[in-house]
């Protein structure tokens, strides 16, 4: 069965500080795994898409790393910012791009 | 470059009415998906939509539908509403298949069910 799971659930981190949210998946066969950043009552915003070969993308502050052996990714944020404050999802493609596989989130806040 | 629009931003419904969503994808857009957004359920696939043909479905009951016009437009219509269905329903556009490429989404419709 497709899942991806994602921890924490929740985090609450100082300002200034850095943070990893983490991604396992068990979806076959690979295609690509997306992060997204989600403001309260907005839509997602992506931040990052990594296919099979790639090991590391950043976007500024914003680091996404992929170890396809272990189908594990995390999410690591530098210097953590107030508007840092949102719900981060990680989103697998599966079976060859037909499908999409939501983890439920990691609901992160920053706080002064 | 515009955005990906959704219109209306909030809606108000009691239990048996039907409502209907719109989705306008971003200039070039083909690919225009939806997704039901819960703070228990997290964000669920609904369809996608490509050439105006449903190209592929979720699990959810018959009395959720869209459809997508030739402009790529795309509309999701559901029938006699249900309390459960309170949620923020979300659109994203793609340029093609949504797993290949990035997906952009729209600010959402809020829906309450009274």
């Known amino acids: 069965k497709n899942q991806v799971e994602q921890s924490p659930q929740s985090l609450i981190i100082l300002e200034g500080k850095n943070c990893t949210l983490q991604?396992?998946?068990?979806?076959?066969?690979?295609?690509?795994l997306r992060w997204y950043k989600q403001d309260t009552g907005r839509g997602p915003v992506s931040l990052t898409i990594m296919t099979f070969s790639e090991n590391t993308k950043s976007n500024g502050r914003y680091t996404a790393t992929l170890d396809a052996d272990t189908k594990q990714s995390s999410l690591h944020i530098t210097a953590s910012q107030l508007s840092d404050s949102a719900s981060y999802i990680c989103?697998?493609?599966?079976?060859?791009?037909?499908?999409?596989?939501f983890g439920a989130g990691t609901i992160l806040r920053v706080k002064s | 470059k515009a955005g990906v629009t959704q219109t209306p931003r909030y809606l108000i419904k009691t239990r048996g009415q039907q409502v209907t969503l719109s989705c306008s994808p971003i200039?070039?857009?083909?690919?225009v998906s939806w997704y039901q957004q819960t703070p228990g359920q997290g964000l669920q696939f609904l369809f996608e939509y490509f050439s105006e043909t449903q190209r592929n479905k979720g699990n959810f009951p018959g009395r959720f539908s869209g459809r997508q016009f030739s402009n790529s437009r795309s509309e999701m219509n559901v029938s006699t509403l249900e309390l459960g269905d309170s949620a923020l329903y979300l659109c994203?556009?793609?340029?093609?298949?949504?797993?290949?490429?990035?997906?952009?989404f729209g600010p959402g419709t809020r829906l309450t069910v009274l």
């Open positions: 991604c396992n998946y068990t979806v076959s066969p690979f295609s690509n």
């Open positions: 989103v697998v493609s599966a079976e060859y791009g037909n499908k999409l596989v």
């Open positions: 994203a556009s793609s340029w093609d298949r949504l797993g290949h490429n990035e997906q952009f």
């Open positions: 200039s070039g857009h083909r690919s």
